[in-house]
């Protein structure tokens, strides 16, 4: 909203100008074309700190306001995070990795439209000493209640993110409760929570992608393969009064759309390919 002050100036100058009369030799002044907003308005995108730290985001986004003239707001948060600001209609679209906590905000009202849109696969790592001997394990649940028994120190991201629910799962499947003395949360993101872990010599849970992507770790992945691993990233749009639900579509569709789709799975870093393309099925 513009000050009382300069909605008096402005009203001032039309008043001005409808009332004073041109110069009959000057040229008339070609007309100034205001620049055109962009289609459909900005939308904000509440996503994973994964899909953020992976680089894949800020590839994508670029596209798509190239494409579309959208501007997007990223706000990179844990999923358990995002889908609150969904609730609160503080976002427009959510790109989110928690089935279960998803499947209840749709329940609830909150959102509509989800669709798978890549995967990938949650991997511990820890370092190369691997004090908890997890090294060339199989099944994760054997791997957690080693980490238990040796009281190896466990980093946690603490945050409501998906890898923090799956996280929790693990350990309570794995029948599990992990104690203070060895199990430290960051109340951070994955890449900060990865950097903990390598300047403490722990293990933690992450998703492949964000592993790979990061740089100067010492970890190396020690569990993996376990269909129980498994990742699925989706887009959800939001439902709430406050959201911008016509950008909001735009911007959930060109996830799912085929080009879109052959970006995802042509992305790399450090030489891997991060994540399995899933719109198709």
């Given at each position: 909203?513009?000050?009382?002050?300069?909605?008096?100036?402005?009203?001032?100058?039309?008043?001005?100008?409808?009332?004073?009369?041109?110069?009959?030799?000057?040229?008339?002044?070609?007309?100034?074309?205001?620049?055109?907003?962009?289609?459909?308005?900005?939308?904000?995108?509440?996503?994973?700190?994964?899909?953020?730290?992976?680089?894949?985001?800020?590839?994508?986004?670029?596209?798509?306001?190239?494409?579309?003239?959208?501007?997007?707001?990223?706000v990179a948060?844990?999923?358990?995070?995002?889908?609150?600001?969904?609730?609160?209609?503080?976002?427009?679209?959510?790109?989110?990795?928690?089935?279960?906590?998803?499947?209840?905000?749709?329940?609830?009202?909150?959102?509509?439209?989800?669709?798978?849109?890549?995967?990938?696969?949650?991997?511990?790592?820890?370092?190369?000493?691997?004090?908890?001997?997890?090294?060339?394990?199989?099944?994760?649940?054997?791997?957690?209640?080693?980490?238990?028994?040796?009281?190896?120190?466990?980093?946690?991201?603490?945050?409501?993110?998906?890898?923090?629910?799956?996280?929790?799962?693990?350990?309570?499947?794995?029948?599990?409760?992990?104690?203070?003395?060895?199990?430290?949360?960051?109340?951070?993101?994955?890449?900060?929570?990865?950097?903990?872990?390598?300047?403490?010599?722990?293990?933690?849970?992450?998703?492949?992608?964000?592993?790979?992507?990061?740089?100067?770790?010492?970890?190396?992945?020690?569990?993996?393969?376990?269909?129980?691993?498994?990742?699925?990233?989706?887009?959800?749009?939001?439902?709430?009064?406050?959201?911008?639900?016509?950008?909001?579509?735009?911007?959930?569709?060109?996830?799912?759309?085929?080009?879109?789709?052959?970006?995802?799975?042509?992305?790399?870093?450090?030489?891997?390919?991060?994540f399995v393309?899933?719109?198709?099925?």
């Amino acid at each position: 909203m513009k000050p009382f002050g300069s909605t008096v100036v402005a009203i001032g100058l039309v008043l001005l100008t409808g009332c004073s009369s041109p110069d009959p030799g000057e040229a008339p002044k070609p007309a100034v074309e205001k620049p055109t907003p962009p289609a459909g308005g900005p939308v904000v995108l509440a996503t994973t700190t994964s899909t953020q730290d992976s680089g894949l985001l800020d590839e994508l986004i670029a596209v798509f306001e190239k494409r579309s003239g959208i501007v997007v707001k990223t706000v990179a948060v844990g999923t358990g995070h995002a889908l609150e600001l969904g609730r609160r209609g503080e976002a427009d679209v959510l790109l989110v990795h928690a089935p279960e906590a998803e499947q209840k905000f749709i329940e609830e009202g909150h959102g509509t439209n989800r669709r798978a849109v890549m995967h990938n696969d949650f991997v511990i790592v820890g370092p190369e000493s691997d004090p908890a001997g997890l090294k060339g394990q199989t099944e994760v649940l054997t791997a957690l209640q080693k980490v238990a028994e040796t009281k190896a120190t466990w980093i946690s991201r603490g945050d409501r993110s998906g890898t923090h629910q799956k996280a929790l799962a693990l350990w309570s499947a794995a029948a599990v409760a992990p104690n203070v003395d060895w199990y430290i949360e960051s109340g951070q993101g994955m890449g900060a929570t990865l950097r903990i872990a390598s300047e403490r010599r722990a293990y933690t849970l992450a998703d492949r992608g964000t592993f790979l992507a990061a740089k100067n770790l010492n970890l190396v992945i020690h569990v993996e393969g376990d269909p129980e691993l498994f990742n699925q990233y989706s887009v959800i749009q939001v439902t709430h009064d406050k959201a911008n639900r016509a950008s909001g579509r735009k911007l959930a569709d060109f996830f799912c759309d085929p080009d879109t789709q052959q970006m995802i799975g042509a992305f790399t870093a450090g030489g891997f390919k991060l994540f399995v393309p899933d719109a198709k099925k």
